[in-house]
């Protein structure tokens, strides 16, 4: 019988923190919540946190370390998450990885032009066909915030641009509590009812509370929308150290749990039991401009560090990964988006959202978008590591070469050479006068002519005519009410 220890695979990983780290951190966060508190600007929220224990004064809550030590006992281990045709999809526990599209930028660059201008329902629509084609992109979110329908009612334009150009799972932004119900009203209508909805979810909610340590009315409202109806949810602040964080990372993970915790609280506190992450996102503050930088070392660091904490908990986490800071595609871009992914996949960070984003998190584009799906082969091959055992090894077929022999003919290399060799789509292997005859193409050149390519030759499946005449009459409803 083969040892277990030689056939096990052994993913690449890496921790940031020591077991005693990642206690203290999680410590000083419950230390947070009792002494400094947080404003919740929610008048049932405060109510019910009052009836639980904390110590609520005007807006200003204190929450003991036990009530927050027991909502998250409550909270689920792990979540399955299915696609749009109600196939398990996602299996968010432990240290596996999914990746996933960029949102929420104002600006998209078009996807056949290469035009920055501002995103539309059609750059939304566009971005989601190219994802749902894409092996390596596993859900989606809307590719930025349209701004060319109201803003009051934008998600629901905005989920159906997604869901009609997609099977897979989809992360959605809801910008009101009304919003996201909306948004589960027409989930609901994809997935034959609520209740089916809620035994197979295909969607998750992204509310956002505003660091440090501020939950406002409409954020708790999301909150509580999405727990009556026991669908997952990702409230997740955006910590900027230095600016709304502690300079120190170990300070500003502190705070960043101590806000993930709360968001527990409340979630749980509403509906026990209602799927919720632990999550945050961390960007860098540019001290000499003012702006944030997307994906600094820094950030991956301290989404590792938080991941391992979620992990100790036993929450699902939430990276943020294969975006750039440059306008371009360019070594910048590629470098930083091969760098976030990789260190953020082997922390083990369960849901990588931002494949796709530029200039700090203002464009999306789907260039960016196709060339992050070739890093995400890259990386996966990668974390895959090297397994070990007798067939693997192969003794008997290096005996059969022998020394001056090649293994080219050899079945073990036709069995094994497609899975064993990662070989890429995009990335140039080929001699100098090849890549002349082929057209001198850079990477700029190769993803955009994939990106026309996608658009169109990919045909997404259709909703059912009965679903999508469903999705009409309620957008329909919502603009005229």
Same mark, same amino acid.
């Not at 109600?86 to 968010?92: F, V, W, Y």
């Not at 159906?160 to 989809?170: E, F, G």
């Not at 026309?452 to 603009?479: C, G, Q, Y």
């Given at each position: 019988?083969?040892?277990?220890?030689?056939?096990?695979?052994? +993913?690449?990983?890496?921790?940031?923190?020591?077991?005693?780290?990642?206690?203290?951190?999680?410590?000083?966060?419950?230390?947070?919540?009792?002494?400094? =508190?947080?404003?919740?600007?929610?008048?049932?929220?405060?109510?019910?946190?009052?009836?639980?224990?904390?110590?609520?004064? *005007?807006?200003?809550?204190?929450?003991?370390?036990?009530? $927050?030590?027991?909502?998250?006992?409550?909270?689920?281990?792990?979540?399955?998450?299915?696609?749009?045709?109600?196939?398990?999809?996602?299996?968010?526990?432990? @240290?596996?990885?999914?990746?996933?599209?960029?949102?929420?930028?104002?600006?998209?660059?078009?996807?056949?032009?290469?035009?920055?201008?501002?995103?539309?329902?059609?750059?939304?629509?566009?971005?989601?066909?190219?994802?749902?084609?894409?092996?390596?992109? *596993?859900?989606?979110?809307?590719?930025?915030?349209?701004?060319?329908?109201?803003?009051?009612?934008?998600?629901?334009?905005?989920?159906?641009?997604?869901?009609?150009?997609?099977?897979?799972?989809?992360?959605?932004?809801?910008?009101?509590?009304?919003?996201?119900? @909306?948004?589960?009203?027409?989930?609901?209508?994809?997935?034959?009812?609520?209740?089916?909805?809620?035994?197979?979810?295909?969607?998750?909610?992204?509310?956002?509370?505003?660091?440090?340590?501020?939950?406002?009315?409409?954020?708790?409202?999301?909150?509580?929308?999405?727990?009556?109806? @026991?669908?997952?949810?990702?409230?997740? =602040?955006?910590?900027?150290?230095?600016?709304?964080?502690?300079?120190?990372?170990?300070?500003?993970?502190?705070?960043?749990?101590?806000?993930?915790?709360?968001?527990?609280?409340?979630?749980?506190?509403?509906?026990?039991?209602?799927?919720?992450?632990?999550?945050?996102?961390?960007?860098?503050?540019?001290? *000499?401009?003012?702006?944030?930088?997307?994906?600094?070392?820094?950030?991956?660091?301290?989404?590792?560090?938080?991941?391992?904490?979620?992990?100790?908990?036993?929450?699902?986490?939430?990276?943020?990964?294969?975006?750039?800071?440059?306008?371009?595609?360019?070594?910048?871009?590629?470098?930083?988006?091969?760098?976030?992914?990789?260190? +953020?996949?082997?922390?083990?960070?369960?849901?990588?959202?931002?494949? =796709?984003? !530029?200039?700090?998190?203002?464009?999306?584009?789907?260039?960016?978008?196709? !060339? =992050?799906?070739?890093?995400?082969?890259?990386?996966?091959?990668?974390?895959?590591?090297?397994?070990?055992? *007798?067939?693997?090894?192969?003794?008997?077929?290096? @005996?059969?070469?022998?020394?001056?022999?090649?293994?080219?003919?050899?079945?073990?290399?036709?069995?094994?050479?497609?899975?064993?060799?990662?070989?890429?789509?995009?990335?140039?292997? $080929?001699?100098?006068?090849?890549?002349?005859?082929?057209?001198?193409?850079?990477?700029?050149?190769? $993803?955009?002519?994939?990106?026309?390519?996608?658009?169109?030759?990919?045909?997404?499946?259709?909703?059912?005519?009965?679903?999508?005449?469903?999705?009409?009459?309620?957008?329909?409803?919502?603009?005229?009410?």
């Amino acid at each position: 019988m083969p040892h277990a220890a030689r056939t096990a695979r052994n +993913q690449m990983a890496f921790e940031v923190l020591t077991p005693y780290q990642v206690e203290e951190i999680l410590q000083a966060a419950y230390t947070i919540l009792e002494q400094v =508190g947080c404003k919740v600007q929610h008048a049932e929220a405060l109510k019910m946190l009052t009836d639980h224990g904390a110590h609520v004064d *005007d807006d200003a809550v204190r929450v003991p370390r036990h009530l $927050v030590q027991a909502c998250l006992a409550a909270a689920p281990k792990g979540i399955v998450i299915y696609d749009r045709n109600g196939e398990p999809a996602l299996r968010l526990h432990g @240290r596996n990885t999914y990746f996933g599209t960029s949102t929420a930028s104002p600006n998209n660059m078009d996807a056949r032009t290469g035009e920055v201008h501002p995103t539309t329902i059609q750059d939304i629509a566009r971005a989601a066909r190219v994802a749902d084609a894409l092996p390596n992109i *596993d859900w989606v979110m809307p590719f930025g915030s349209a701004q060319d329908v109201p803003g009051e009612i934008a998600e629901v334009y905005e989920f159906d641009a997604v869901v009609r150009n997609t099977t897979k799972p989809i992360v959605f932004c809801g910008y009101s509590g009304k919003g996201v119900a @909306r948004v589960y009203e027409m989930a609901a209508q994809v997935a034959g009812g609520m209740e089916a909805l809620a035994a197979k979810p295909f969607v998750i909610a992204y509310p956002e509370p505003i660091t440090p340590l501020t939950y406002p009315h409409e954020v708790v409202e999301r909150f509580f929308v999405a727990a009556d109806r @026991r669908q997952p949810q990702v409230p997740t =602040g955006s910590q900027q150290p230095g600016a709304t964080a502690p300079i120190t990372l170990a300070g500003a993970l502190a705070q960043c749990v101590a806000e993930s915790l709360m968001a527990v609280v409340l979630v749980q506190l509403r509906q026990k039991g209602a799927p919720v992450f632990m999550a945050c996102n961390f960007g860098g503050f540019n001290m *000499d401009t003012g702006l944030m930088s997307m994906v600094p070392p820094e950030s991956s660091l301290a989404l590792a560090a938080q991941a391992q904490i979620a992990q100790a908990v036993g929450l699902p986490t939430w990276g943020l990964a294969g975006a750039t800071d440059s306008k371009l595609i360019d070594a910048q871009a590629g470098a930083e988006a091969a760098f976030s992914m990789l260190s +953020q996949a082997m922390a083990g960070l369960n849901l990588i959202h931002d494949v =796709g984003y !530029m200039d700090m998190g203002m464009c999306c584009s789907c260039d960016m978008l196709v !060339m =992050g799906n070739e890093l995400i082969g890259w990386v996966r091959r990668f974390l895959r590591g090297i397994p070990v055992d *007798d067939a693997a090894i192969g003794l008997d077929v290096i @005996r059969k070469v022998g020394p001056g022999g090649n293994y080219l003919m050899q079945k073990q290399t036709l069995h094994h050479f497609r899975e064993e060799y990662w070989r890429p789509e995009l990335f140039s292997r $080929v001699g100098r006068d090849a890549w002349a005859q082929q057209g001198s193409l850079d990477m700029r050149d190769k $993803v955009h002519a994939k990106v026309i390519d996608l658009l169109d030759t990919h045909t997404p499946e259709a909703l059912p005519e009965t679903v999508a005449d469903a999705l009409k009459a309620i957008i329909t409803r919502v603009a005229g009410s």
